[in-house]
């Protein structure tokens, strides 16, 4: 069995800004919520699952990864929470290029971009189209249990939630049927879902060769998947490419970024062009908290 390990006095990093801001979906709060600033989460994700706990420490906050070991922490988890990454430096640069999210920040100051496993989360923005999180978690569960590999109850320690399966690989997944992927509540998203697989398991479509790309050929490249919009696509450059000048806009991010910019009517590729400009290569993460300044001032609803 492993022991814990525990990471100390972390700065501009909170569990819950991070996992429930739309950006992953195969993880549950399981802490009871009684105890002021501590947050504990079961996830799955990198082919491993993960119990971790935060609580306040001194300079900052702790984190228990537990039955971890350093090269674990080391070569999936910190990388996974993007820990390497100076957010003091980045919130900074957001502020320079719009004060108006000054405000925001501060009250979010926990917000990262994960660095997410390509596949899953190409499949995972696939099933979010027209879907609420809980319906998306749900689905990306039920694909989970249908073709990943099983969890051994025994080995891990602390982990509360049901999950009884990591996210399938490209093979897993592609070797089922359409019906069995509509029966995971999938809906019409099911053909695009079986497509994306059988591309990545061929080797069609692969995370080394879209990071060696530019931004735009890869969003291009993403884009020639069924059912993939520019949307989805640069959900995926961002959550698990590393593309932070990716700037994702639905329905909402449109409206918000017309009031507040435009004030008129603006097409999403324009919108999208203008904020990377503004914000240059941090536009997807100034994007989080764009969305969040909507949101509180009710913009666009």
Same mark, same amino acid.
């Given at each position: 069995?492993?022991?814990?390990? &525990? &990471?100390?006095? &972390?700065?501009d ?10 950006q992953? %979906? ?5 802490d009871s919520?009684? +105890? @002021? ?6 996830i ?7 119990h971790?706990m ?9 984190? /228990? ?6 090269? *674990?922490?080391?070569?999936?988890w ?7 990454s ?6 900074k640069?957001i502020i320079d290029?719009d004060?108006r999210l000054e $405000?925001? +920040?501060?009250e979010? =100051? ?6 997410q496993?390509?596949?899953?989360c190409?499949?995972?923005?696939i099933?979010?189209?027209n !879907?609420q999180?809980?319906q998306i !978690? ?8 249908l073709?990943g590999? $099983?969890?051994?109850?025994? /080995?891990?320690? %602390? ?6 399966a990591?996210? =399938?690989? @490209?093979?897993?997944?592609a070797?089922?049927t359409?019906?069995d ?9 099911? @053909? ?17 060769e879209? $990071?060696?790309?530019p /931004? ?8 020639s ?5 520019e949307? &989805?696509a640069n ?7 590393g593309r932070?000048d990716? %700037?994702?806009?639905?329905?909402w ?5 017309? *009031?507040?910019y435009?004030?008129?009517? /603006? @097409?999403?590729?324009? +919108?999208e062009?203008?904020?990377? !400009?503004?914000f240059g290569n941090v536009a997807g ?5 764009? %969305?969040i300044?909507? !949101?509180?001032?009710?913009i666009?609803?």
């Open positions: 069995m492993k022991k814990d390990y &525990v &990471v100390d006095d &972390v700065k990093f909170h569990l819950k800004e991070i996992l429930e801001c739309g992953c %979906f195969h993880f549950s709060r399981t919520g009684e +105890i @002021p600033d501590k947050y504990e989460y079961d799955v994700a990198c082919g491993r699952f993960l971790i935060e609580e306040p420490s001194v300079n900052g906050i702790k984190l /228990t990864f537990y039955d971890t070991d350093e090269w *674990e922490y080391e070569h999936i910190k990388h996974y929470f993007d820990l390497e100076d957010y003091g430096n980045i919130k640069r290029a004060p $405000k925001i +920040i501060s979010n =100051p926990g917000i990262r971009i994960l660095n496993e390509f596949f899953e190409l499949i995972s923005f099933i979010s189209q !879907k999180i809980p !978690k749900q689905v990306v569960r039920n694909i989970s249990t073709c590999d $099983k969890r051994a109850a025994d /080995t891990i320690r %602390f982990f509360n939630s049901d999950f009884d990591l996210f =399938p690989r @490209p093979d897993q997944l070797a089922v359409e019906d992927i509509r029966g995971c509540k999938a809906g019409f998203r099911a @053909p695009y879902i079986m497509d994306a697989a059988r591309r990545v398991a061929s080797g069609e479509l692969s995370a080394k879209l $990071k060696h790309l /931004t735009d050929e890869a969003r291009k490249k993403l884009m998947v069924k059912g993939v919009g949307k &989805v959900c995926v450059l961002l959550y698990s490419l932070t990716a %700037f994702p806009v639905d329905v991010m449109k409206r918000v970024c017309e *009031e507040m435009f004030h008129k009517d /603006t @097409p999403k590729d324009v +919108i062009k203008e904020m990377c !400009k503004l993460i100034a994007q989080q908290y764009l %969305f300044y909507g !949101k509180d001032r009710k666009g609803a």
